[in-house]
């Protein structure tokens, strides 16, 4: 008996079933009596509300660094969702893609963060790969989708046009190891 009784006393004196402990809430910071169970389950933590507890469990981030302004940004899935994963801010995202008539252009150019890849302003909201495109400007045609283009010394920036080979997708397998094929695709 004596175990229930120091925490699960109530105002009005009742000795209560259920062992509580007066605790604060994290994230509002009302004190009320909060289950011990609930207490213990959190790590030593108890929230007042639902809302409370959703507004503190750890939620999936992404730090990102912003291509056009350079600051790193921490932001919610849905907020990267919406700046492509590339931007601070939609503010930057919209500067970014307005092209080169707009006054904070910075040249169109960017490292596409995961691939590795350099991709160079085409036209408004279109960015693509600058290996390609010194390519075909180098062919005088567009690239088909069959047709990579393969960097010879394996750097995937190194964009000079004599690193830059076209091969077919079977080729670019075979030249690649296939077990390191996820790790180099350039
Ligand atoms: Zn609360
Ligand atoms: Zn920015
Ligand atoms: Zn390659």
Same mark, same amino acid.
């Given at each position: 008996?004596?175990?229930?009784?120091?925490?699960?006393? !109530?105002?009005? @004196?009742?000795?209560?079933?259920?062992?509580? +402990?007066?605790?604060?809430?994290?994230? %509002?910071? +009302?004190?009320?009596?909060?289950? &011990?169970?609930?207490?213990?389950?959190?790590?030593?933590?108890?929230?007042?509300?639902?809302? %409370?507890? *959703?507004r503190d469990i750890p939620r999936k981030r992404y730090v990102i660094t912003c291509v056009l302004c350079g600051k790193i940004r921490i932001l919610t899935p849905k907020q990267y969702g919406k700046? $492509?994963?590339?931007?601070?801010?939609?503010?930057?995202?919209?500067?970014?893609?307005?092209?080169?008539?707009?006054?904070?252009? &910075?040249? @169109? #150019?960017?490292?596409?963060?995961?691939?590795?890849?350099?991709?160079? *302003?085409?036209?408004? &909201?279109?960015?693509?790969? #600058?290996?390609?495109?010194?390519?075909?400007?180098?062919?005088?045609?567009?690239? !088909?989708?069959?047709?990579?283009?393969?960097?010879?010394?394996?750097? $995937?920036?190194?964009?000079?046009?004599?690193?830059?080979?076209?091969? !077919?997708?079977? #080729?670019?397998?075979? +030249?690649?190891?296939?077990?390191?094929?996820?790790?180099?695709?350039?």
């Amino acid at each position: 008996m004596s175990a229930l009784i120091a925490p699960g006393l !109530s105002l009005f @004196g009742v000795v209560q079933m259920v062992s509580k +402990i007066k605790t604060k809430c994290p994230v %509002c910071g +009302i004190v009320f009596m909060a289950r &011990k169970s609930h207490y213990d389950r959190n790590g030593g933590k108890a929230y007042c509300s639902r809302k %409370c507890y *959703y507004r503190d469990i750890p939620r999936k981030r992404y730090v990102i660094t912003c291509v056009l302004c350079g600051k790193i940004r921490i932001l919610t899935p849905k907020q990267y969702g919406k700046r $492509k994963g590339l931007f601070c801010s939609v503010a930057c995202r919209i500067l970014f893609q307005s092209g080169p008539d707009h006054p904070m252009w &910075k040249g @169109g #150019q960017y490292i596409k963060s995961k691939a590795g890849y350099v991709m160079q *302003y085409v036209k408004p &909201k279109f960015h693509k790969r #600058q290996h390609r495109i010194v390519m075909e400007d180098a062919i005088g045609r567009e690239l !088909s989708e069959d047709e990579l283009v393969h960097h010879l010394n394996g750097k $995937k920036q190194d964009n000079r046009i004599e690193n830059l080979q076209i091969v !077919s997708k079977a #080729q670019h397998i075979k +030249i690649h190891d296939p077990r390191k094929w996820r790790e180099r695709t350039s």
